[in-house]
């Protein structure tokens, strides 16, 4: 092994520990977020005691995550006696592992600028698999895998609660899992490839974000990864006021906190995938430059810090949603997903088809003016929109009728 | 016949007997000595398969490959319907494991969307509901042993000679007027006599999806076009069940609170 592959090697390793280590501290520090966001929200005092242990010092509460590992890991690890054992503990360790490996493929900044380390000139790009080609579908794939924590947790638990949260979630999973590969199918239409950066850089190119050409496939996805995560409005599976904990009501300590941690990997992933997707990821104009511009160590550095900081705006957001949103009935999830969601999805793939095939005639018919095609892209997102909340509302009729009222 | 010939032989025999001793019959006897007949014939499939270049991409094939074949045998003999799809699954991650291996990124990926995401999902969705403990006997326990264990064993016998012929070292009389390259010890394809793309070329290329696109939609695109109209048929299909349903859960609304 060369020196600049024993260089590469350490790196890369390095990349590994850096990503590991983050992404389990910044889940403990999203709860915290959540926790205050919540508290601020239902206006009430948030966690704003735990400091720097053995001191008075509160620091604003930052030393409550500490305060939360620490209590998850002293709590007895209990297995009931009725559960099937093997599964029992499988389930959790698998669904951490689904949550933590896209974080292979997704792109934290863009490159950093040729630096020279004893010599050898060294090349760093800000993800840990660049050569991988089909990224796009990966994170897919493992979003896919994790389902098999829910499910194989719910049917181990051996508990009629677990066992309901875990078929909502495979079947939310499953009907959800068709208009989010919808949503992707619109941008990887325009971007031409499923590489996460080429995706990237198509929009820091063209200076268009996705949002503003296909606002239809980004509510689309929103959605979709909105249920995928099983996050609030979709946290059917675990819904505690219905299913007490839904499919981890069995567990405890360090298997609940790796079912929680997965939980909290899953909406962060999600919002890496809607700033890359929809918000142009580390571009910003003005600022990062396009994809051609040389990277210098100032570019570089901005465009980590813009990426982050849209990421950090997408969480916020699914933490107000939380808190502004009653929980779908399980009838009105599966027809959102199947009479809403799918034919929106469809709409919006022939529409960028249609504009990604005939760009230059389009824009001819509409006076050459980029502004005119986005208005009108914009104003078939809202007629596709309203037709399908006239065609498919969200009511069924399974509610106690009029003549039933009356008798009771 | 030549010795690697005989010796695939006995492996495929013994992987036969072995995994008639392994599958499910509702007694115990003979499950022990079954794995042992399926290692030994693994022992044997392996000692005569051609040698990879280097330490370490060895090492990771043969992980791969243990796991692979390990779970399959596990998925078909174990008893239980969740664990058996749990093993399958497995299988399905060694297999997307090895055609990563092999440099074919979306065939990887794509067998972890299809077979492990989606339908194997909807198959542990079906098991659960339909409460396999509950049921007879010959619903629980796989049946006709003998028959699945030959039909298996005669596929795997023949798989692995038609491939190990087809991977074994050649020499091919190669016409000289015509110019093409020579490869005494490579693969050649005999009928158009031309040489087969270097295969380490297609493995490190960074345009995976662009070959796969253009193979599927030029050199395919016929298969392509039927496939896409079967499944519309399935679609056409699963909605016309839907509709069918419809007024039956209609009818049910008010009566029940009345």
């Known amino acids: 092994m060369s020196h600049a592959d024993l260089i590469i090697f350490v790196i890369m390793l390095g990349k590994i520990a850096l990503i590991l280590f983050g992404l389990l501290t910044a889940a403990a520090y999203l709860v915290l977020l959540e926790r205050w966001i919540a508290a601020w929200v239902q206006d009430r005092i948030g966690p704003n005691r735990v400091g720097i242990p053995l001191t008075k010092i509160k620091m604003f509460g930052l030393g409550q995550p500490l305060a939360d590992g620490l209590k998850f890991i002293f709590k007895e690890e209990y297995t009931p006696a009725h559960v099937d054992k093997f599964l029992y503990t499988l389930a959790p360790i698998s669904i951490l592992v689904a949550a933590i490996l896209p974080f292979a493929v997704i792109p934290f900044g863009s490159m950093l600028p040729t630096f020279n380390v004893g010599g050898e000139p060294i090349t760093l790009q800000l993800i840990l698999a660049p050569q991988i080609d089909v990224g796009m579908i990966f994170v897919f794939a493992m979003g896919s895998v994790a389902v098999y924590g829910v499910i194989l947790g719910a049917w181990a638990s051996n508990n009629k609660y677990s066992f309901l949260g875990g078929l909502r979630s495979s079947a939310q999973l499953i009907a959800y899992e068709l208009p989010l590969g919808l949503g992707i199918l619109g941008v990887v239409l325009a971007a031409g490839s499923l590489r996460l950066e080429d995706i990237i850089d198509q929009q820091a190119t063209s200076g268009t974000w996705n949002i503003v050409m296909q606002p239809l496939g980004f509510l689309v996805f929103v959605i979709a990864s909105f249920a995928e995560s099983a996050r609030l409005p979709f946290d059917l599976p675990e819904a505690e006021q219905e299913l007490i904990g839904g499919y981890h009501t069995e567990y405890s300590g360090l298997r609940l906190l790796l079912y929680l941690i997965a939980e909290f990997l899953h909406m962060v992933t999600a919002s890496f995938l809607i700033t890359i997707l929809f918000f142009g990821g580390w571009h910003l104009w003005g600022i990062t430059g396009s994809a051609e511009d040389p990277v210098t160590w100032v570019t570089a550095l901005l465009r980590v810090i813009v990426l982050l900081s849209k990421v950090m705006g997408v969480i916020l957001f699914f933490m107000l949603v939380r808190w502004s949103w009653p929980r779908f009935r399980f009838d009105q999830l599966m027809s959102l997903a199947w009479k809403v969601m799918l034919p929106l999805g469809m709409v919006n793939l022939v529409i960028v088809a249609v504009v990604a095939e005939y760009e230059p005639q389009v824009l001819a018919a509409l006076g050459g003016s980029r502004t005119a095609l986005v208005a009108v892209l914009w104003a078939l997102a809202i007629l596709a929109w309203l037709i399908a909340g006239i065609v498919a509302p969200l009511s069924t009729d399974n509610r106690p009728r009029f003549e039933a009222v009356d008798r009771i | ?258």
């Open chain 2, 1 to 258: 016949m030549t010795q690697t010939q005989s010796v695939m032989l006995v492996a495929t025999l013994l992987a036969a007997v072995g995994l008639w001793l392994l599958l499910p019959r509702g007694e115990g006897w003979g499950r022990k000595l079954g794995i042992l007949l399926a290692l030994a014939s693994l022992g044997l499939f392996a000692s005569r398969l051609p040698r990879l270049g280097s330490t370490s991409a060895e090492v990771i094939f043969w992980f791969l490959a243990a796991v692979t074949v390990m779970s399959a045998v596990c998925a078909v003999t174990l008893k239980s319907p969740v664990y058996c799809a749990i093993w399958f699954a497995m299988t399905l991650l060694g297999t997307s494991g090895l055609f990563l291996f092999q440099g074919a990124q979306f065939l990887g990926v794509a067998t972890i969307v299809v077979y492990a995401g989606a339908i194997l999902v909807t198959f542990l969705f079906v098991l659960m509901l339909a409460q396999p403990e509950g049921h007879a006997y010959y619903d629980r326990v796989s049946w006709e042993a003998l028959v699945s264990a030959c039909v298996g064993a005669v596929m795997i016998g023949i798989l692995t000679m038609v491939i190990g012929d087809a991977f074994a070292p050649k020499s091919f009389t190669v016409d000289e007027t015509e110019k093409y390259v020579t490869l005494t010890d490579g693969i050649v394809d005999p009928i158009a006599g031309r040489e087969v793309p270097q295969r380490t070329d297609e493995i490190l290329s960074d345009r995976h999806m662009d070959h796969l696109g253009t193979q599927l939609f030029s050199r395919h695109l016929i298969a392509v076009e039927v496939a896409g109209t079967m499944l519309l048929a399935a679609l056409v299909g699963a909605v016309s069940i839907a509709i069918q349903s419809k007024p039956l859960a209609r009818s049910a609304g008010g009566a029940r609170h009345g």
